[in-house]
């Protein structure tokens, strides 16, 4: 199955900043997810784009898809120190009722 | 309060030996699934199931056994376990498989074998 496949793997910034992170994919999909992770905890929802949209938000999160590049991205506004954690892209695609999810991007928000 | 749960949540155990983790939903879900997570490889998926009594093989199925008798609950079976399945798993639900249905994860079993 397909991976996302996140870049950069780890980011480092100082709190207030922005923080962006992208995912690319093989194949084409129907939906785009974006997960968070808090060390070792179990994953967290943030935001679904579907293969139709360009561009999502949801609070201090602005996700974009363009699929003629298979990629998307993740953009934090203003992060805090509480955005620490790993974050993860997560694609479906038709006729696949599965979720394959790429490595993982490690976010460190310095206070 | 809506949640996944999984049980136990530590498991140290030795090669071979049966073991059982429990997955549990009160959200009514359809689909449920089994990741696991290790370093440097993401989540890759170990089976799912799109309803009671359907499951399906995911990536990495070797090893594993899962039943869904009831639609709350989906069990993952290691008959025989072996070190290389030291992990990290989560269990995940969603209301009817992935298209357009974000997934809800349990906290996750640490299983270390032996």
């Known amino acids: 199955s397909q991976q996302g496949e996140e870049d950069p793997q780890a980011l480092s910034i100082q709190e207030g900043e922005n923080a962006t992170m992208n995912c690319s994919y093989k194949?084409?999909?129907?939906?785009l997810q974006w997960y968070r992770q808090n060390s070792g905890r179990g994953l967290v929802h943030l935001i679904l784009?579907?293969?139709?949209?360009r561009e999502k938000h949801s609070g201090r999160l602005r996700v974009t898809l363009d699929t003629s590049k298979k990629s998307s991205s993740l953009l934090i506004t203003a992060s805090r120190a509480a955005d620490t954690a790993s974050y993860f892209c997560a694609t479906g695609v038709y006729g696949n009722n599965r979720l394959a999810f790429g490595k993982g991007n490690q976010v460190v928000v310095i206070p | 309060e809506a949640q996944v749960t999984q049980n136990p949540r530590y498991l140290i155990t030795v090669t071979g030996k049966k073991l059982t983790v429990t997955c549990s939903q009160n959200?009514?879900?359809?689909?449920m699934s089994w990741y696991r997570q290790d370093p440097g490889l993401g989540l890759r998926q170990i089976y799912y199931?799109?309803?009671?009594?359907?499951?399906d093989k995911g990536d990495v199925p070797e090893g594993y056994k899962v039943s869904r008798k009831e639609k709350r609950n989906f069990p993952l079976i290691l008959e025989s376990p072996s070190p290389n399945q030291t992990s990290l798993y989560f269990c995940a639900s969603s209301p009817t498989g992935t298209l357009y249905n974000e997934q809800f994860f349990g906290p996750g079993t640490r299983l270390t074998v032996l």
């Open positions: 784009i579907r293969s139709n949209e």
């Open positions: 194949t084409s999909i129907n939906n």
């Open positions: 199931s799109m309803n009671v009594e359907v499951t």
């Open positions: 959200m009514n879900h359809e689909y």
